[in-house]
């Protein structure tokens, strides 16, 4: 069974200054990594996805995370923050190479952006 | 950009009344998906759908619930008699072989 726990429930951040957002994950297979981010009143839009390759990934809005797999990690940063940034972030998984598996989420980061 | 999309963005029923959740999902996409997101928590897996048949289902997808794609275009979450704990954000998904998926903007289910 496959499980994402984001350590951070809430984040408050500075308008311009850095965030990290954590998640680790467990599985006993490999995995495809994603991130949403849900906007308030709002839908799930994926900001980013680590399916192979490089383990640097970058997405939307500025975002980015690394994929470590020694440690199973799929941090996401941004290096300057904005107001409109604030939301929830969601880290989620689902098996490699398997098309039609369902995501696992994590419990979620509300990202609060003061000014 | 092709999108996924719900109705209704919001329904209110009554404990024990049947509602059907609808969705579009985009139209080259081959797997469905229903989560649910009850206030404050997380987002929880009920259902997957490809071929039309149920490929996974979570615990919380009992008797009570069922999936259908009717025609070439919708597809569908049926609660046949709601709780108040069914009262949640329903969102809908669909994806290619590639396996991301697409997410609508979501049903806000209230029972009361």
């Known amino acids: 069974a496959q499980s994402v726990t984001q350590l951070d429930s809430q984040v408050p951040v500075f308008e311009e200054a850095p965030v990290e957002l954590r998640c680790n994950y467990s599985?006993?297979?490999?995995?495809?990594l994603f991130w949403y981010v849900q906007y308030p009143n709002q839908g799930l839009q994926l900001l980013l996805k680590?399916?192979?390759?490089?383990?640097l990934v970058k997405g939307i809005n500025g975002f980015e995370a690394e994929f470590n797999k020694s440690q199973t990690s799929f941090h996401l940063r941004k290096p300057s923050v904005h107001i409109s940034d604030t939301a929830e972030y969601f880290c989620?998984?689902?098996?490699?190479?398997?098309?039609?598996?369902?995501?696992?989420f994590g419990g979620g980061t509300r990202v609060l952006v003061k000014p | 950009e092709p999108e996924v999309t719900q109705t209704p963005s919001h329904q209110v029923t009554q404990m024990g009344q049947e509602v059907i959740l609808r969705c579009v999902p985009i139209?080259?996409?081959?797997?469905f998906y229903w989560y649910r997101q009850i206030l404050g928590q997380k987002v929880e897996f009920l259902v997957s759908?490809?071929?039309?048949?149920?490929?996974?289902k979570s615990e919380i997808f009992d008797d009570q619930f069922s999936v259908e794609r009717p025609d070439g275009s919708n597809f569908t979450l049926k609660i046949r008699s709601t709780k108040l704990e069914d009262s949640a954000m329903y969102f809908c998904?669909?994806?290619?072989?590639?396996?991301?998926?697409?997410f609508g903007p979501g049903t806000r289910l209230t029972v009361t």
């Open positions: 989620a998984v689902s098996d490699f190479g398997a098309a039609g598996n369902k995501l696992t």
């Open positions: 599985s006993s297979v490999s995995v495809y």
């Open positions: 680590y399916l192979s390759g490089s383990t």
């Open positions: 759908f490809y071929n039309n048949e149920i490929s996974e």
């Open positions: 998904a669909s994806s290619d072989s590639l396996g991301e998926q697409y």
């Open positions: 139209s080259n996409h081959l797997y």
